[in-house]
T-cell receptor, first 115, second 110 residues
């Protein structure tokens, strides 16, 4: 699980700016999940992606949030026109789904602070 | 709806005692139930998981039990140590995603 990389680890944005969060899954994993964690709360599912496809985005806010996982490069979670309520830790996880399981291994997270 | 309830929200035990955390889920189609440990400021770490075709699984001091009929699953930690102190999350699979419980903060006092 140490193989899931996220950057930046900390990101400060002013209200109205854009935030871009990057996630590189474990080598060989082609399934990426994004979660949001508010202070003292649990992990809330946002989106599940495979290479070049969004599989399930039922947890994504309808506006300002988007995600992609291109054929080459990391997965990106993009938040446009950030507001204070977007301040949270954003974790991505990757999974070797072709192993037949749902095992998800988490990255270290990006802590977004909106001032 | 999609829901995983977790109890208790906080748990304090003396070193060497056992700790039990319980979760219930709502979707009868759920078939995978992992447990994660999260230390302060760190990533959630998968510590044990169980699938619906198994009733119990054990790994050293950690065990998980599953009651599919009642839609309950539990984490048991025996001989607790101070380094077990963390927040523990249960989760249940719903379709292609995991739904997490709200977490249990476990404190083990020496």
């Amino acid at each position: 699980n140490a193989g899931v990389m996220q950057n930046p680890r900390h990101l400060v944005r002013r209200r109205g700016q854009e935030a871009r969060l990057r996630c590189s899954p474990v080598k060989g994993h082609s399934h990426v999940y994004w979660y949001r964690q508010l202070p003292e709360e649990g992990l809330k599912f946002m989106v599940y992606l495979q290479k070049e496809n969004i599989i399930d985005e039922s947890g994504m806010p309808k506006e300002r949030f988007s995600a992609e996982f291109p054929k080459e490069g990391p997965s990106i979670l993009r938040i446009q026109q950030v507001v204070r309520g977007d301040s949270a830790a954003y974790f991505c996880a990757s999974s070797p789904r072709d192993s037949g399981g749902y095992e998800q291994y988490f990255g270290p997270g990006t802590r977004l602070t909106v001032t | 709806g999609e829901n995983v309830e977790q109890h208790p929200s906080t748990l304090s035990v003396q070193e060497g005692d056992s700790a039990v955390i319980k979760c219930t889920y709502s979707d009868s189609a759920s078939n995978y139930f992992p447990w994660y440990k999260q230390e302060l400021g760190k990533r959630p770490q998968l510590i044990i998981d169980i699938r619906s075709n198994v009733g119990e699984k054990k790994d050293q001091r950690i065990a998980v039990t599953l009651n599919k009929t009642a839609k309950h699953f539990s984490l048991h930690i025996t001989e607790t140590q101070p380094e077990d102190s963390a927040v523990y999350f249960c989760a249940a699979s719903i379709g292609d995603k995991l739904i997490f419980g709200t977490g249990t903060r476990l404190q083990v006092f020496p």
